[in-house]
């Protein structure tokens, strides 16, 4: 096949883009190298992609609706895989801006794109994110996902309702991937893995918001990989039942929700002591009241993905935690 792979630079873009094209596959990556964190590490991860056959990158914004949708005309892919976002829950408390361009504007965009060019499916990633608090665990696609508790959220969630729209309009197959936890090598900076093995490495006091007291839903990179890849070159959703639209997982259009995460969560402080002895040392810890837009824990019900698509994560977290640390010391020198 031929795909697109939007945000082809960041975390998961890369590996997925790598996964496709050790298949076989041709991958056009399309990301703005955005300095949203060090542009090197996206440089360096664009650098691995660049060097194997069957690759090709445009340096472009999803969100620049006459050159992407030029692009997709021009590449005629049959699968477009959207990953390009503004990520982070903190930073849309503070530039909720970026995240209507990036993943509003941008969602549109792309959704535009693959209308016109007649894309036979777009897949894109959602977030776990939607859920917000909800005390109903595990976290089911056929919930309500009405109370988002940051813009962050609140833009992955109307991208699934836009998505919706033009499933159910123009008949487009498209498929959202509600991401839990996501680690591994070549992770975001921002995030807490890396966060939390640099101060590790350095003797400095990790803040542990809500006093340590969180449960996330850690699922590995390659795990992710898999279920990305299992969607996108298996069987495009198909229009379901007249009146199917009542269920937020689901339609009579062809459109659908899946959560794509571990589906065994960890406690924030088990995590840590995992990486600790992954590092050799220990952890210097202070323990303070929540923040704005924190949820208390993640995790996914993922049994409807593995029911279509056979999805099955198997990486236990030690081994997980362990290919990030040996990662995380050649890059960093930690």
């Keep these: ?189 921002d995030m807490a893995p890396i966060r939390f093995a640099r101060a590790i490495s350095e003797g400095e006091t990790i803040r542990l918001f809500n006093y340590g007291d969180h449960q996330r839903d850690f699922t590995y990179v390659d795990d992710i990989v898999a279920g990305v890849l299992a969607v996108a070159l298996g069987e495009p959703p198909s229009a379901g039942e007249p009146g199917g639209d009542r269920d937020p997982a689901s339609s009579d259009a062809p459109f659908r929700v899946y959560n794509i995460g571990n589906s065994r969560p960890v406690e924030l402080m088990e995590f840590l002591r995992v990486l600790e002895t992954c590092l050799g040392r220990e952890g210097r810890y202070e323990k303070v009241a929540a923040q704005p837009g924190d949820v208390h824990s993640t995790w996914a019900d993922c049994s409807d993905l593995e029911r279509d698509y056979g999805y099955r994560p198997d990486t236990p977290l030690e081994r997980g935690v362990a290919d990030f640390v040996a990662w995380f010391r050649e890059y960093y020198g930690g």
């Excluded at 795909?3 to 094209?21: E, K, N, P, Q, Y």
């Excluded at 596959?25 to 056959?53: F, I, N």
């Excluded at 408390?93 to 499916?121: K, T, W």
């Excluded at 998505?163 to 996501?182: E, N």
Aim: hydrophobic residues 40%; glycine residues 8%; aromatic residues 10%.
């Design 1 to 189: 096949m031929r795909l697109i792979v939007t945000g082809a630079a960041g975390f998961i873009g890369m590996h997925v883009a790598l996964a496709l094209l050790e298949r076989g596959h041709a991958v056009t990556g399309v990301d703005t190298l955005d300095p949203y964190y060090d542009p090197r590490l996206k440089s360096d991860r664009l650098a691995r992609l660049e060097r194997r056959e069957g690759f090709r990158f445009e340096r472009l914004d999803v969100a620049d609706t006459a050159a992407f949708g030029s692009l997709v005309r021009n590449e005629a892919p049959q699968r477009v895989v959207h990953l390009a976002a503004q990520p982070g829950v903190r930073y849309s408390i503070d530039q909720p801006m970026a995240y209507v361009h990036s993943n509003l504007v941008g969602f549109a965009s792309v959704l535009e794109a693959c209308r016109h060019a007649g894309v036979p499916h777009l897949v894109y990633a959602s977030s776990s994110s939607v859920y917000g608090d909800s005390p109903q665990v595990p976290f089911s696609e056929h919930d309500p996902v009405d109370h988002p508790l940051s813009l962050y959220a609140a833009s992955k969630r109307a991208n699934e309702l836009m998505a919706h729209v033009y499933a159910h309009l123009y008949r487009l197959p498209v498929t959202g991937l509600r991401f839990f936890t996501v680690y591994g090598p070549w992770g975001r900076p």
